[in-house]
T-cell receptor, first 112, second 116 residues
């Protein structure tokens, strides 16, 4: 079975500062890993996805994540936060891109 | 190229009633999955349809049922509504047989259901 743990239900960073959202996963088979973003009253938008190959994955809006098998982690980073990054972020895992198991989410607040 | 569309956007029902939510997948996609997102929670997988059959199911009671039509669109039905069914219901579409997905899931904007 797969599961995802997101550390921190709320994270606040100053505009221009580094964004780091933490995610640890559990999977009995090689996982597919995702980060999704959800803006208020909207659906989910895929930020980036890891399947196989290069462990550093670049996504949209300047976000990237690194798959670390030894640490079972898939943390999301962005070098410089922008006010428009304020949203809910979900880490997720699946097997072969099938049903997706989501974490509980981290709400990112950007301080002016 | 239209993405995933869902209707209605909002819905208010009372306990015990039945509701039907609709989803049209992204053009070219043939697999539809449904998720329930309660307030303050991550989405939870309800079930997945491919070739008009339910292929996978999450931990949801039989009150939750679905259907997929030949044009790949899908419906989610919930019977005997409970207050706890209030949530955002998300539809996602993808391409390929479950377990051999060829293109990742794209999510629709969701239907927000309120049960009073």
């Amino acid at each position: 079975a797969q599961s995802v743990t997101q550390l921190g239900s709320h994270v606040s960073v100053s505009e221009g500062a580094l964004v780091l959202l933490r995610c640890n996963y559990s999977s009995s088979v090689p996982p597919y890993l995702f980060w999704y973003v959800q803006y208020p009253n909207q659906g989910l938008q895929l930020l980036l996805k890891y399947t196989t190959g290069a462990t550093l994955v670049k996504g949209i809006n300047g976000f990237e994540a690194e798959f670390k098998k030894s640490e079972t982690s898939f943390h999301l980073t962005k070098p410089s936060a922008h006010m428009s990054d304020a949203a809910e972020y979900f880490c997720a895992v699946s097997v072969r891109d099938d049903k997706i198991i989501f974490g509980k989410g981290t709400r990112l607040h950007i301080l002016p | 190229d239209a993405g995933v569309t869902q209707s209605p956007t909002h819905l208010i029902k009372t306990r015990g009633q039945q509701v039907t939510l609709r989803c049209s997948p992204k053009s070219g996609h043939d697999t539809v999955s449904w998720y329930q997102q309660a307030l303050g929670q991550g989405p939870q997988f309800i079930f997945q349809y491919y070739e008009e059959e339910e292929r996978q199911r999450g931990n949801f009671p039989d009150r939750f049922s679905g259907h997929q039509f030949p044009n790949y669109s899908s419906e989610l039905n919930v019977n005997a509504l409970l207050l706890g069914d209030s949530a955002l219901y998300l539809c996602a579409s993808s391409l390929g047989y479950p377990g051999q997905i060829k293109e990742t899931q794209y999510f629709g904007p969701g239907t927000r259901l309120l049960v009073l």
